[in-house]
């Protein structure tokens, strides 16, 4: 696996895809300090000073179906929680479908990319945040963000941490190629899953209800039931968590 490492980059996920255009291979990382243009999903930012967090970005070019690609981000979130609980002891949860979260603060992103032909992946870009040493947030994430050193009352290494993700990853990404499905993590994650019995609200195409989040399929989509205990499969898209 090639890493590659820099003080500054504008994303890690936009210096990934330029690296993908350039024809670097599959599970190639991109690593940096300091991001300046930092991206979260919808459009937010993703606050990325420099020395406390871990912006990466991991190249993979899997020879799967556009639609299977979907979940890796499922597969992603699923290893940085192994990692924070395995090598650090901490009692990490994943939000459906890819925030991870400790004491019930978000303490990971993770926004996933993809260049896809109709029936052909051509890359996929994972990116991942992880507040490990940060100690003070922006004033918007406040009170719903968290850090590594927050939760443990200690400095935690970064790269160590980093490396223990993407070992987790590796192990998990194979499972997942195997079925091209979530089915062999399937109870793995599910433990880790702090949505489970809890209520939300589905908004589907033509369809407005509310139940409660029961898990998820091998696709990676919530399982929810209705008041009437029918469970309807919805995606990321269509329900507020
Ligand atoms: C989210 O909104 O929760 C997703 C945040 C993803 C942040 C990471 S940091 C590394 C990579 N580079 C980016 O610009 N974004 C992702």
């Known amino acids: ?142 009170e719903v963000a968290t850090s590594a050193a927050v939760q443990l009352g200690h400095i935690v290494s970064r790269a160590e941490l980093a490396a223990a993700v993407i070992r987790c990853f590796e192990k998990n990404y194979e499972i997942y190629l195997e079925s091209c499905s979530l089915k062999g993590l399937l109870e793995d994650y599910r433990e880790k899953m702090i949505n489970v019995d809890r209520e939300v609200k589905v908004m589907g195409p033509g369809e407005v209800f509310e139940g409660v989040a029961k898990g998820i399929n091998p696709a990676g989509e919530l399982l929810v039931e209705r008041p009437n205990g029918s469970v309807t499969a919805v995606s990321g898209g269509e329900v507020s968590v």
Do not use: H
């Open 1 to 142: 696996q090639k890493v590659l490492y820099t003080e500054e980059t504008d994303s890690t996920n936009t210096w990934a895809k330029r690296l993908a255009e350039e024809g670097s291979p599959s599970g190639t990382l991109a690593v940096a300090e300091r991001q300046t243009q930092g991206k979260g999903r919808r459009g937010k930012v993703w606050s990325s000073p420099e020395g406390t967090s871990v912006y990466m970005t991991l190249l993979l070019r899997p020879e799967i179906l556009p639609q299977y690609a979907a979940p890796l981000t499922l597969v992603m979130g699923l290893s940085v929680a192994q990692a924070l609980s395995e090598t650090l002891g901490l009692p990490a949860g994943i939000k459906w479908p890819n925030d991870v979260v400790v004491s019930g603060k978000k303490i990971c992103g993770i926004l996933t990319e993809m260049n896809a032909q109709i029936d052909y992946v051509e890359y996929l870009v994972i990116g991942t945040g992880i507040n490990v040493n940060t100690q003070e947030f922006p004033d918007e994430i406040k």
